[in-house]
């Protein structure tokens, strides 16, 4: 029976939101599940994000607590030109997916660690997740399941799962060549500080009045400029975002390097003193950050061996769909993968795989992109409910769950 095959022996590079993911996910399959992250983990990972409806339903699924997230309600944005003026409200259609918002604002570091907690507690389904820092791959054998460490050390594994970001190994080991992620000719200025600023500053009602969500300011103009301006951790920190087009040869430039106020003022002057208030507020450092996103990959999947999250389908924060696209696809990888799943019926679930998830982690990889370089689609999500249906309603579990019924289960 099917029941008797020994649980998979599973690796998951990378210790990022997807690695973490695809750790929980496989993990509460009953498998051994061992993450491998060249990092020591002792910095606060990114600033705020938005965990929409679609990634809220896995982690519902997974038993997440709401509170650990101290997210903030996501109901939709407010919109204003940058010369100041009444904001536009665009309050998303969330009505039919059943979670009561279309999402949370949180900080990356909080969503991080509650995927920690679930892959590592000893009290979730499944054999604990064993975590190891400061273990870099340097190769991988994709057929095989091969690991080769930088300390020399080699694990064999029965899948490995390539979540190592934008920057993968994993990824040219995939695909027998080396795919960078492109320079988008923009970057983004990335602070946070706190709220109890907002205190001492006046016309301020703006910002606190009003739907819960987000501020978007942005620069009627074709040269891009936007401001993202969300509260979090319970609305005691204000999470600034400030994308802008980038004249410099990003090739020759780190990918993040930090920013004195002066230079972001400098970068958004123009943009209404009320706006700029923002900017002032930001606690050091300033960091900016290139946009890069991934072309498309012909191949997500070689063997034993599949990619996840940045390192499958990089793309900007223009849809605020990362994270959620890293969940689905670790969701969906440990759907396909249930305990009894044997050695050699792997390189057939990794199709299955790619088929489900493909397509849209592309979708979005492009649009992201689009929303951000093409005039005309700048803020296309926020206005478009088809757009916010496809996205919100989405629910990567049944699908899988409904696939492996008719392709699998019979087996």
Known sequence: MAEESPPLR?????????????????RRQGHHVEVLESSLMNKEIGAAITVQANAMRVLEHWGYEKDNLQGVDFFGTVRFKSVGGEGSVHAWDFAKNNMGRAGWVCLRADLHDELKRLAIGVNGAGPPVRLHLGHEVVSCDPVEGKLTLKNGEVHQADLVVGADGIHSVIRTCVLGYEQKALPSGMSTYRCLFNAAKLEELSDMEWFSEGISGARVVLAHE???????????????????VAHHVDDRDQDTHAWN???????????FKGFHPRYLKFLEQGEQPILRWQL???????????????????????????????????????????????????????????????????????????????????????GLYARSKEMQTYMLDFDAIETTQNYYKDHFAAA
């Not at 599973?10 to 929980?24: C, E, K, M, N, Y």
């Not at 191949?299 to 940045?310: A, F, P, Q």
């Open 257 to 267: 390097e930090t920013a004195s106020v002066e230079e972001v003022l400098d970068e």
């Open 292 to 378: 890069r996103a991934l072309p498309l990959l012909p191949t997500w999947v070689n063997g034993r061996t599949s990619l996840l999250g940045d390192a499958a389908h990089a793309t900007l924060p223009t849809l605020g769909q990362g994270a959620g696209m890293a969940l689905e696809d670790a969701a969906t990888i440990g759907c396909l993968l249930p305990l009894g799943t044997k050695r050699d019926d792997i390189p057939a679930r990794l199709e299955a795989y790619q088929e489900l998830r493909k397509s849209r982690g592309e979708f979005v990889n492009r649009e992201s992109l689009e929303q951000a370089t093409t005039p005309s689609k700048r």
């Open 222 to 240: 074709e040269r891009f400029r936007m401001l993202f301006l969300t509260p979090c951790r319970r609305g005691k920190i204000i999470n600034v």
């Open 10 to 26: 599973i690796f998951v590079v990378g210790a990022g939101l997807g690695g973490l993911a695809a750790a929980v996910s496989l």
